[in-house]
Every structure is written in structure tokens, then in C-alpha cells.
């Protein structure tokens, strides 16, 4: 894949291949000894062979689907004419081994990062106020705009304060067991490493995730009269006897920031190794090229994060589940094998309650940038888990425990997944793009990455690097995988983001399989 | 009820009454003819006769539990010692007949609104922006901080900018039966009354939610190149090829913001009549007073307004369930009553397949305040719709189409309730509470009213109407009735709520009963 190819095969078993040309090639356009026998846009499927009904179309060296008619080479393939495959069917998979894959280590890499008592490493330095309820949202924002006025100036050290703001908290079936979800969530993320174990509480007192509910190990009971600190955390009660009208809530909740600020602001950054970034990876607006440049790229940049002793996070069920039996295959043990094995399976029930399956997942945008099925997606999606072993599986909400890649299972909302990523306790966020968005967090800085350059020349101050140089421009993934694991470094250590220079933000958003009251 | 009663009993057969008095009563305490056996808190049961194990305990006449044990007159009745009926068994309801109420019609009242095109007529002028996708946010965000900024101050007419943010749009079952809800949700969000018809929509370009799916009347086709008017509406689509950088991007949503201002700041307040008001009701932070105070009251509001011709829905499922039998009663024809049962229907069947029922709904809070269980809450909610027969029912997410006392079927979350009724076209929000919430929204004004002089007292800037002074100050409820209807009047003309004052709003909160992907 040097200089500027039309075509793109990605295996050799390959009888598809994708246009890399800028504005599609046109019928009759003799490529590579095929005649296309009609126009196909840019990213797009062209038939390598002519295809009878039923025959396998090969993308990845993986069956993304069969033909649905007769489909002579030189054709456009979509999802028109070809017919989605069933998914791995999970009891049937190989009973998982464990691998024994020899990881070569990688030393030397650092970053300058903030240390936390509990050993994580936060990448910014942030004050979070987190509400336990939607009720009291309005005046944490009133006192955010305060704080952010009033008071961060005069707190050099500190990046930012940030509102955990959630739409949970009360009007929900807080027993229900889908509960358990958005409420280990809402736990996590207050205890993500940018926020130094200092994150405040804001609870209005009537609602059900009571703050002894959502931090048991801080609020033991109920919540006491007034302000308190309660350990790392601190919380404020709006309706607490104490507050007589709207400037007595918002003069508490200024003075605990005020204590709060005062202690971030003693934070410096240190030499970290490379070990102590904990990475979140997704794509979101996928197209084609997702699993020939940006993805695979990144995957190449896990892998050096895994060798360098560091912690992977790649997400989203819907989109790896049918590569299962890839993953299982890569499983570091029988029990983790299990443990992927057990998310797929909750989510093909949950999907199956709702009355759908794993291919509502692909979005228009999906399928104009050539993706044909969840099956293709998918294959594109994983590539950016890299090589490396699975070592271990993070439940929706839970917090990672260990290092190395992992696998977090989240929908693949990238809104979620970004949500569910904090509460595993990311510290930096690489996001891929085909199509393009504008998405970011408050929380932890988002890396950008795109897979065309005509995206990256369109976004030139909206997205922070071009992996489509390996098309454009002949990198190699190898080239851009370093390029991109130094760019993670280099935002950990306090470079700032696109996302951060422009401010751009998005809402959290839970993950609550359970019902609302 | 005047003076200052120190027990409030509501129904002539309650074998039960309520502690009115601040602080609550004192073991040994010597009330009308009884003597207390252990300290009862404030909005907390007393019963007033000896109860035997298994015996109907009855507050509004109606039977909120049965004695869990022996319990003596004189002792507090709480969650503890009171078992839980189970609710009307929806398939043996008496068959609904129709109610064939005279309703005196009330004249003379009105208030001064934006009449629209359509006929509706909005209470506050304001510029709306949807966006399709929650990928957008950041961008619009930006935009609205910058329209607010730099545009607003030269259109005095208009009150303000609101961006109708969610987090629907992808990443979502788009095609499961669920999806039906958020969608039409979010469809009448943008046609509500408060923004004349002209709201702004953001779109990324590769959303499962098209601009044409979310307004099929406007946008026939795709999404079409650039910043185009579609009728009423405007669209921005950020993935469009002419938006080269960021400012590009918000250069086409203040160039459209700019059309849209020029012509609402054209809107002039008229004189309408009181027929012209869509006032949505909801409780939150319940206590045993919202059944004594202002939910009655709020009720005699509700009257009114129907009687003036104008339109009140009542929600919140939940809190209605066990009540059903004397909704059903009040159905003015058999299809309504037919409705109100389909939508208890679907709700219960909705929180089975959460492995939960409808007693989810109680929260701390309201078994703090004094509600033991959902069915004495649901008989305090269900006051607030008057007693007027229902001659509608609004199911999740549509718009009303009629006048008099709807039904607006809706969870009891109130974020999710209010997001609801903004969707059935409300122009007023009504909001009662007992133990105190700082709910507010940017579309449309909310009227906070509490059911205790004590909270009125300490929250004085944060609340509207104190209907405790029923209890305190012996208004009646008819006069405290007038007194909301006459408020709910004056701010649907423009005078300001305390929410307003404060500038104090929540989130949209959408139901999406249909899985993520």
C-alpha cells in the first residue's frame, strides 16, 4: 500500500477490494486488469471475481456475506446484493486454550503525568462535582460558571471544573438489576485518575441513589446536615435545613471547591512510564477505510502500549461480536475466553428483549462510506485491538483492575462507550473517525484520528492526526502506529487536543438497561 | 382546615390522619382525644383507631395497605408495619361508560401570548436548535454561548437561544418497536408552541437519525448540501463538503440563527383567551402534605382551566396505576377509558420485562415525607388533575390534539415527564413539591409550588406559590385554586418564574423504551 492505489486489498484471500480513489472510480474504468462494470464511490466494494448466488464475499480474509444474485467481477458490492451472515454461534465456539504469546517489552517511554495515592495517574487536573441526582443539575451549573469565573483563575495548576452531569438519580427502578450498571457508573467515573480522588458530591436528599447508595465506602450514612467532607469527597445537600434560599446552596458549594481547588493546585506533574496510561479506544462514524488505515494504525499503537506495560481498553459488543471466535481465539485464558464469551451472550439477550439484533448497530453514514454490514464493520472495528493477548474483561461500569488490552464491554455508543470508558478509569481517549465528529469529553482528552486525508484536510483543526497518509501519502501502519502511540504520550503529558483547544465537549450518557419509574 | 391543625384527616371513613405540625408530634402527646404512643414526624400517619393485624388502613377513603401487625390507635404508621395492596387488576375494571359531566364554563379570563401560524400559542419567544445526533453538541453549544453573546442583545424581542440537546440520534436500535418513543419525542420537542415554528435542526450527516426521519414533512429527501431552509425549518449539516474548519461550521449556524432571530423578533404578545393555555402538571419530591395542599389545590387550578376551555395534562403512570379504577370512572367516553387502560398496560408489562413493578416508584424522600408506599402517593398525585372527566389520553411522545383534561401517559421521572409533555405542546409547567426540587426548563416557564410553609420560607427564592398556607395560614383550597390559575395565567404572559429569575434548567430527558446498539 504505497504511493496512491485505487484498489485496496487488505488478505490475500480477499475476492473483494476497496476504491481508495477520491470521488469513486467510474464504469469502464479498466483497473489492475478488471473493467468496472458500473460507478463505485469512494470506500465502496468492488467485485475481484465474478460471484455465483450464495457464493462468500471475502473481505479481511473473514466472509463478510454471501452474494445475493450473481455478481459479475468489476461489480459494485453493497448491501444490495449481498446477504449478512449469522454471527459465531456462541456455544459452538472453540473451546478456548489461553495463548502463550511471547510479548516483547517495550521500555523507555514516559510521560509527564499527575500521581494519585491509589497509584493511577491522571493525565489533567481536574476538580469534578459530581450530582446524584439530575434534580440538583441546574445549580451545580449555576456554580460551575461561578467557580470557573471566580475562583480558577487564582488556581493556576488546576485544568478545569467539570459538572458529572447524568440524567440518573431518581424516577428510576433503583432495585431493578439493570440498575447495578449505571449506578457502578456514576461510582467509577467520580474516581477517574483526572479527578485525584477529590471529586464533590452535590445531592438534592429526597432522591433514591442516596450518596451513601452511590459512594458507600465515603457516606456510611445517610447524608448529615450540611456540608461535611466525607474523606477524599465532600458533599453538599440542597435540601438541607441549613439552606435558606439559592445563594446559601451556592455559597456551600463554592466553599467546598474552594478547599478542593486549594488541594488540586499542590498537584505537579511527574515522569510516569508508559505503564501508567490507561487508554480507551472507539470509532464512531465508521466508513471502509476504518480497517485499512486509522484502525489498524491504532492497533499497531496498542500494541506498543501493551508492551510498555500499559492498559487497553477496546469496547463495544455490538461491533466485535462477530468476530468472536477472533477474540476467544486471542483470550490469554480459558476463564477470559468465558468472560467475553458471557458479555456477547448478555447482549444478544438484551438486544433480543428489544426486538432487534446486532445489526442495528450500522448507521447510514456506515453504509454510504461502503460499510455493507455489521459483519464488515466489525472486522474493521477489532482491528484496532491490535495483536496482543486479551488479559482480562471489564463489565459495563467497572473499574479496570489490570494491565495490559482489555476488553471493556460497552454498546457501541460512542457517548456510552466514552461514558463507560471513564468509569473504567481512562486516562487518554483515541477516537476514529471515517466520516467525522466533532466529539470530545470534559473529563479526559480525546485524540482524533481520521482515515481519509481529504476528511483531515476538510477538519483540519477538528481532528489531530491524518491516518489517511498511509494511503495518501504511503506511511506505513507501522510508522503511524508510532506516530500515534507518541501522540498519546505526548497528550497525556498535557499536550492539548483539537477537542480541547476548540472546548468542544459531550453529554455523558449511561448505560441503564433497566426501567424508568 | 384553618387555624392551625395539629392532625389533618381528608376523607370522613380515613382511620388514619396526617401530623401537620412542624417538627412532628411527641410519644404521650395528647390530641384530639388521643394519646400518641411514640413520636410521629412531621407529614407522617397516626392511626386513630385500634388496627388488627390484616385490617384495611384507609387515607382518601381509599385503602392505602393493610396492618402488617396489631397496632394500636395513637401509633405512627409507616413502610414498616403497612402491607402493600396489590393495584386494580386492569382486566376486571368495571366497564367504562362515559361520564356525562355539565361543565359551567368560565369566562373573561386570558392572557397575553404569541399566537403561531398553526393556532397554537406560545408563551415565551424563543429560538430553538435540535440536534439530530448528540455528535453535534459540542458544536452547537459553541454556537448558542456565541448567539447568546454576540446576537441576542440586537433582538430585544426574543427571550433566548435554548439547544435541545439528548443524547438519542445513533448508537441506538433505530428500527426496534422502542425507537418509536424518543423519535416522535423529539419531533414535537421542535414544534412546540414556544418556538413558533421555527426551529433550527444540526445534523452530523451519517446519524441513524436523519433529518428526514425526524421531520419527514421538511426534509423529503437526504440531507441536501449546505445550510438550506426546508419550509419552516433550517438545517446545518456538519459533514457537509463546504464546511472547511470549525468556524466554518459555526459560521452556518449564526448565518441561520440570524434569519430565524430577525423573524421571531417580529412576534408580538397578544391578548388570548385562557383556552389558549397547554399546562402540563407533575409532582416531584413528594410528601404526604401534596395531597393536602397543593396537589388539591393545583386540581381546583386544573378545573378552571378546563372549565375557561383551555387544556391540563396530567401524567406520570406510575403514580396513577393504583388509582386506575377512579380514572377509568372519570373517562368521558369508553375509548378514552379504553386508552388509560392500554397505557397501564403497556407500562406494567415495561417494568415486568425490568423485573420490577410499579412500587419502584417511591423514593427515600417521600417515605421520609410521610408516603408509605406508591398507592398513598398515587392517591395525593392523582388530586392534581381536579374533577373534571378526562377527555383525552396522550401516549409517550405525541402531541395533544385536543383541549380539556388529557391524560399525557408519561414515566413519573420528572426529567423524562417534562421532556414528555414538551412534547405534547405544553406552554406552562405546573410543578408541586413537597420535600423541594430547583427544577426548572429552558422551553417553557415551570410554576413551582410547595405543599409546606416551612420550605416556602426556606427556599423563598427558589419556589412560586406556597400552598402550604392552607395548613398555615388557613387559606382554603378554593381560594388557593384561584390563586394558581391566576399565576399560571400571569406567566404564560410573560411574568417570570423563580426558575427563571435564577436561570436555573434541567436536562431533556428522553424515554427510549428501544435498546442502544
Not at 487488505?10 to 473493467?35: F, M, R, S, Y
Not at 486479551?390 to 495490559?404: F, L, M, W
Not at 460497552?410 to 487518554?428: E, H, R, Y
Request: hydrophobic share 40%; aromatic share 4%; net charge negative.
Amino acid at each position: 500500500m504505497t504511493g496512491n492505489p485505487r484498489l485496496i486489498r487488505i488478505d490475500p484471500h480477499d475476492n473483494v477490494a476497496v476504491v481508495a480513489t477520491d470521488g469513486g472510480l467510474a464504469a469502464g474504468q479498466e483497473i489492475d486488469g478488471l473493467v468496472l462494470t458500473e460507478n463505485v464511490p469512494q470506500g465502496h466494494k468492488v467485485a475481484l471475481t465474478t460471484l455465483e448466488k450464495g457464493e462468500p464475499v471475502v473481505r479481511y480474509g473473514v466472509v463478510i456475506g454471501h452474494a445475493a444474485r450473481p455478481i459479475p467481477a468489476g461489480s459494485w458490492i453493497n448491501e444490495a446484493n449481498l446477504n449478512m451472515p449469522p454471527p459465531p454461534v456462541l456455544s459452538e465456539l472453540a473451546p478456548p486454550l489461553g495463548t502463550e504469546t511471547d510479548i516483547t517489552p517495550l521500555e523507555g517511554y514516559t510521560f509527564q503525568g499527575y500521581r494519585n495515592r491509589d497509584g493511577s495517574v491522571g493525565t489533567r487536573n481536574i476538580l469534578a462535582i459530581t450530582n446524584t441526582v439530575q434534580c440538583v443539575s441546574g445549580v451545580v451549573g449555576h456554580a460551575v460558571d461561578r467557580i470557573r469565573r471566580e475562583m480558577l483563575p487564582r488556581f493556576a495548576n488546576v485544568d478545569d471544573v467539570v459538572a458529572l452531569d447524568h440524567t440518573y438519580g431518581c424516577g428510576v427502578a433503583i432495585e431493578a438489576p439493570g440498575a447495578a450498571i449505571p449506578v457502578r457508573t456514576l461510582h467509577n467515573i467520580a474516581r477517574n485518575p483526572n479527578f485525584a480522588g477529590s471529586t464533590m458530591v452535590v445531592s438534592l436528599g429526597c432522591e433514591k441513589l442516596q450518596p451513601a447508595r452511590l459512594f458507600p465506602e465515603i457516606f456510611q450514612a445517610p447524608a448529615a446536615p450540611g456540608s461535611r467532607d466525607g474523606g477524599a469527597a465532600s458533599l453538599v445537600t440542597l435540601q438541607d435545613e441549613t439552606h435558606v434560599g439559592f445563594e446559601a446552596m451556592i455559597s456551600s458549594i463554592l466553599q467546598s471547591a474552594e478547599q478542593h481547588l486549594t488541594t488540586l493546585n499542590t498537584r505537579q506533574r511527574e515522569t510516569c512510564p508508559a505503564s501508567d496510561l490507561v487508554v480507551g479506544l472507539q470509532c464512531g462514524g465508521s466508513d471502509a477505510f476504518s480497517g485499512v488505515t486509522a484502525n489498524p494504525a491504532l492497533g499497531i499503537a496498542a500494541d506498543l502500549i501493551v508492551r510498555a506495560g500499559g492498559t487497553v481498553m477496546f469496547s463495544e459488543v455490538t461491533e466485535v461480536r462477530d468476530g468472536i471466535d477472533r477474540l476467544v481465539a486471542r483470550a490469554a485464558t480459558p476463564a477470559i475466553a468465558r468472560d467475553l464469551i458471557r458479555e456477547m451472550a448478555w447482549y444478544d439477550d438484551y438486544l433480543e428483549m428489544g426486538l432487534t439484533d446486532r445489526s442495528a448497530n450500522t448507521s447510514p453514514g456506515n453504509k454510504k462510506g461502503g460499510l455493507s454490514n455489521i459483519v464488515e464493520k466489525a472486522m474493521g472495528s477489532i482491528s484496532k485491538s491490535g495483536s496482543m493477548p486479551i488479559s482480562g474483561v471489564v463489565p459495563a461500569g467497572e473499574r479496570a483492575t489490570k494491565n495490559g488490552l482489555l476488553f471493556a464491554a460497552t454498546p457501541a455508543s460512542d457517548f456510552i462507550c466514552g461514558t463507560l470508558q471513564l468509569a473504567a478509569g481512562m486516562n487518554v481517549h483515541v477516537f476514529t473517525t471515517g466520516r467525522g465528529t466533532p466529539y470530545g469529553l470534559s473529563e479526559v482528552p480525546v485524540i482524533k484520528i481520521v482515515t481519509r486525508t481529504d476528511l483531515a484536510r476538510r477538519w483540519h483543526d477538528l481532528v489531530d492526526i491524518d491516518a489517511g497518509r498511509i494511503i495518501s501519502a504511503g506511511d506505513t501502519l507501522e510508522s503511524m502506529g508510532m506516530e500515534i502511540f507518541k501522540k498519546i504520550l505526548a497528550v497525556a503529558g498535557g499536550e492539548k487536543t483539537s477537542a480541547e483547544r476548540l472546548g468542544l465537549c459531550n453529554q455523558l450518557a449511561l448505560f441503564n438497561p433497566g426501567p424508568v419509574t
